[in-house]
């Protein structure tokens, strides 16, 4: 079984920055596209950034100039650059990967397993 394994999380400043790491467990066929959700206390899960398999980004308009996603294909590893970070940044972050394992599976969407990330003084 495949897991995305997170890392990076904590407790930061106001202003601060933080680098979330989200890796495939495991060797793999492919992997298309992967992305962060974050889930604050009482909202539902939002769409942060995600990226495709060619490198086309795509940022929610909150993040948007203070975030950028990247990712290492030969590491099968998202990353997740954190600049400028705000209270209401406060969430737990959740990796995703759509996954190819072999060529005998089709493509699933794969999660981590959330890591709290907090913005506080």
């Known amino acids: 079984q495949v897991q995305l394994v997170e890392s990076g999380g904590g407790l930061v400043q106001p202003g601060g920055s933080l680098r979330l790491s989200c890796a495939a467990s495991?060797?793999?066929?492919?992997?298309?596209?992967m992305g962060w959700y974050r889930q604050a206390s009482g909202n539902q899960r939002e769409l942060v950034a995600d990226i495709t398999s060619g490198g086309s980004t795509n940022y929610a308009d909150s993040v948007k100039g203070r975030f950028t996603i990247s990712r290492d294909n030969a590491k099968n590893t998202v990353y997740l650059q954190m600049n400028s970070l705000k209270p209401e940044d406060t969430a737990v972050y959740f990796c995703?990967?759509?996954?190819?394992?072999?060529?005998?599976?089709?493509?699933?969407?794969?999660w981590g397993q959330g890591i709290q990330v907090t913005v506080s003084s």
């Open positions: 995703y990967a759509d996954i190819r394992r072999t060529v005998w599976d089709k493509t699933a969407k794969y």
């Open positions: 495991r060797s793999i066929l492919s992997i298309n596209d």
